[in-house]
């Protein structure tokens, strides 16, 4: 019989291979993703997802094909979306800054991070990781939860010299509840009062099982200050996403999540998405959340104009409607036409949700903004 892991139809579908995990797990089918399942379930996950099948051969699941399912040669292998976390000023912004090597973090306002950055490095090894930074005010841990369900890792940063805060077990649930990896940094090591051991232990308590204690969550020691430990870090999420295996079909229309989006004085409504899979082009025409546009211009994290963005590019893009919410699903159609039509449906949609849904727990948030 013919068979697919998990990652392989996550990476075809779109969707990370860790929520394709949970909806199996569900199914009663504890699986990992690098594990493999046969048709009949596979078909029964792309429906579950809202995707389309189109089964080509009886008996080949790597035949499973349709706009929404990528054709297995179609995919191309993609840098990794990772997720700094981790408790108010324990130097997530720094530590991001120590790996781009510039510096954000001292000229922000109060040195508290409003927004999610979004930026992509290129690594010594001359891999690419997508790195997004997430407010470290508790005011924000709605958005914190957004951003571990776009990421495929998560760096939780620890202050050595503080330890486990409040914040720090919030995003080590947010993490668990999205099924992703983590990797831990122990930040701030070149202060007298830090103690990593400490550190471990706590986590311990948390159980969060650090490889040197005999766990299977990779750890590393870090100076975000000193620039100490980044080499090794880069290389623990290398080894994390070479495991998962992550790839995406750049060849087609593109599809993004909203990351952040604003009005801006001079340039009108911003918004900067992370493209999912296709490539995002200077002059396609889309539908974001209930908002639709034509892309007017892209420009990456570093300020410049770019023609085009392929699967796990940050990128800011101009000629929107209006502004969309962070979580919105950015799709390139064919035509205004369609865009208007599909902009006008999920306005409908959004309007009914939003005045007969309940509260929404912390797990179908995850899901929601799926
Ligand atoms: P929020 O965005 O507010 O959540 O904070 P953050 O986690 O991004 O922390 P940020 O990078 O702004 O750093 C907070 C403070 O810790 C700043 O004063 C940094 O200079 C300091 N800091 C960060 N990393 C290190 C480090 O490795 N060593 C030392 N000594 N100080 C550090
Ligand atoms: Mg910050």
Redesign the pocket.
């Known amino acids: 019989p013919e068979t697919i892991t998990v990652g392989e139809l996550a990476n075809r579908m779109a969707e990370r291979g860790a929520d394709l995990v949970k909806a199996l797990f569900k199914m009663g089918m504890p699986v990992t993703v690098n594990q493999s399942i046969d048709q009949d379930t596979a078909e029964l996950l792309v429906t579950e997802f809202g995707h389309n099948i189109k089964r080509v051969s009886d008996s080949d699941v790597d035949l499973i094909t349709s706009d929404d399912v990528d054709a297995a040669e179609t995919l191309q292998p993609r840098p990794p979306v990772v997720t ?1 976390m ?13 790996l781009r090597g510039t510096d954000v ?2 000229g ?1 306002a ?5 927004h999610i950055g979004a930026y992509q490095v290129q690594v010594k090894s001359g891999a690419k990781i997508t790195f997004l ?5 508790e005011a924000f841990s709605e958005m914190r939860a957004r951003g571990a369900n776009i990421t495929d890792i998560v760096v939780i ?1 620890v ?1 050595g ?1 503080d330890g486990l805060r409040p ?1 720090t077990i919030e995003a080590i649930s947010h993490t668990r509840a999205a099924g992703v990896p983590m990797i831990i940094a122990i ?5 007298p009062g830090s103690n990593a051991q400490r550190v471990r232990e706590a986590l311990l308590q948390h159980d969060v099982q650090v490889e040197s204690m005999g766990g299977d969550v990779q750890e590393v020691e ?5 620039k100490t430990g980044l080499d090794e870090l880069i290389e623990k999420i290398e080894l994390q996403a070479e495991l998962l295996e992550l790839k995406a079909n750049p060849d087609r229309a593109a599809e993004g999540t909203v990351v952040e989006a604003t009005l801006d004085k001079g340039r009108g409504a911003v918004a900067t998405i992370l493209v999912g899979r296709g490539t995002l082009k200077v002059g396609d025409i889309f539908v974001v959340g209930a908002e639709s546009g034509k892309v007017r211009a892209l420009i990456d994290d570093k300020g410049r104009n770019i023609k085009e963005a392929g699967p796990s590019l940050p990128v800011e893009i101009l000629g929107l409607s209006g502004v969309p919410s962070a979580g919105d699903q950015l799709s390139v159609v064919e035509n205004e036409a369609r865009a208007r039509e599909v902009a006008a449906y999920r306005a409908g949609v959004i309007h009914q949700k939003r005045t007969t849904a309940a509260p929404a727990s912390l797990e179908s948030m995850f899901s929601a903004l799926r």
Do not use: C, F, R
Not at 133 to 137: A, C, N, R
């Open positions: 700094i981790g408790h108010v000023d324990h130097g997530k912004t720094s530590l991001l800054d120590a973090a001292s922000e109060g040195g508290i991070t409003q930074d997430t407010p470290g005010h940063v202050a010299d914040q930040n701030k090591m070149d202060k870090v100076s975000a200050l000193k």
